[in-house]
């Protein structure tokens, strides 16, 4: 068995784990196969190898028995995570997948229900901003836009290379998808991209995505040179060109192609920060939360208004717009 955090995942024979797996690799395995993306996983992943750090010898994850740890344990762990100088929102990541794992013991019969209830009895990190407080990511310019759409025409080994990465860049501006949510778009069986396109997103929530009108003709660009079969409408290039219409291209892939885009455009910005842009720009185009909420997936239009990255000079602008009691 890989005992490295990074590598974890469900191995099964015949609708099982393998033989000889031992609780702990069980109790890992399952709990990350009831995440609900990859995306969840990698982090879960990199948050468990986090917790490892804090154990007696660092061990691997599954080297840990986790049924074993008992409240003096977990307390342990957590006292140690809580007193480190993490940033608070890796605290609380941590926090989360070490009680993942602890129900998951539960539910696999390891931990029982008043012991499990015993050992996630602790303090959660509070993760909490003062007004006026930025928060991470910032909301890029249209000129940063443009120079990143311009980049992305110009990136890859091949023709069919830059089209798709211009296409790419063109859904992540215009439709302010998630990395993941871009590789896992399909092509509509209409044929018909000025339609809004169904997509499932994270934690399998469906919703559709409109393309402006100017992305249209930049993903039908694409999409002459990738066919028009079903499948995934972004796709893998192969070094000489050939796309493998029909293959996902992994948010790994999509990450470093992104970096390439940015190196060329010379502009410092996180894939997400397209999506923070996506958002900040509908809101100060006045349209409301909730409708921006479900175009970009989110359940709760909460989590929406934590992407707002139009800073305190909105504050000012909507000020301004209050009309005076008075004539001038």
């Not at 342990?76 to 995570?81: E, H, P, R, T």
């Not at 990511?137 to 290379?161: D, I, M, P």
């Amino acid at each position: 068995m890989n005992t490295d955090a990074t590598q974890l995942v469900p191995v099964q024979t015949g609708g099982s784990l393998v033989a000889g797996a031992s609780p702990a690799e069980r109790v890992l395995f399952s709990y990350l196969a009831t995440l609900g993306s990859d995306a969840s996983r990698t982090s879960t992943r990199s948050a468990i190898g986090v917790l490892c750090r804090f154990l007696p010898g660092q061990p691997a994850p599954t080297a840990v028995e986790w049924h074993r740890l008992g409240r003096e344990g977990v307390v342990a762990i957590v006292g140690a995570l809580q007193g480190s100088d993490l940033a608070p929102a890796t605290k609380l990541r941590c926090e989360s997948a070490l009680v993942g794992i602890l129900r998951e013991c539960y539910r696999g019969g390891w931990v029982s229900d008043s012991d499990l209830a015993r050992w996630i009895d602790f303090p959660r990190t509070k993760v909490s901003r003062p007004d006026g407080h930025q928060a991470a990511g910032r909301r890029l310019s249209e000129t940063e836009t443009q120079k990143l759409f311009q980049a992305a025409g110009v990136v890859g080994n091949t023709e069919a290379a830059k089209l798709r990465n211009q296409a790419l860049v063109a859904l992540l501006i215009g439709c302010g998808v998630r990395r993941e949510e871009a590789g896992k778009l399909r092509y509509p069986s209409s044929g018909v991209l000025s339609e809004p396109l169904p997509l499932t997103g994270k934690g399998k929530k469906e919703r559709f995505v409109a393309l402006p009108a100017w992305a249209v003709p930049v993903v039908e660009a694409w999409v002459a040179v990738r066919g028009r079969e079903a499948g995934p409408l972004l796709a893998p290039v192969a070094r000489h060109g050939q796309v493998r219409a029909g293959s996902v291209w992994s948010p790994t892939a999509i990450a470093l192609v992104w970096n390439q885009i940015t190196k060329a455009a010379k502009v410092d910005a996180d894939l997400h920060d397209l999506r923070r842009t996506y958002i900040s720009d509908q809101l100060a185009r006045g349209v409301d939360l909730v409708l921006v909420s479900r175009m970009v997936g989110h359940s709760n239009p909460r989590t929406t208004a934590g992407y707002d990255r139009r800073g305190l000079a909105a504050l000012t602008t909507a000020a301004n717009a209050v009309p005076a009691p008075f004539s001038a």
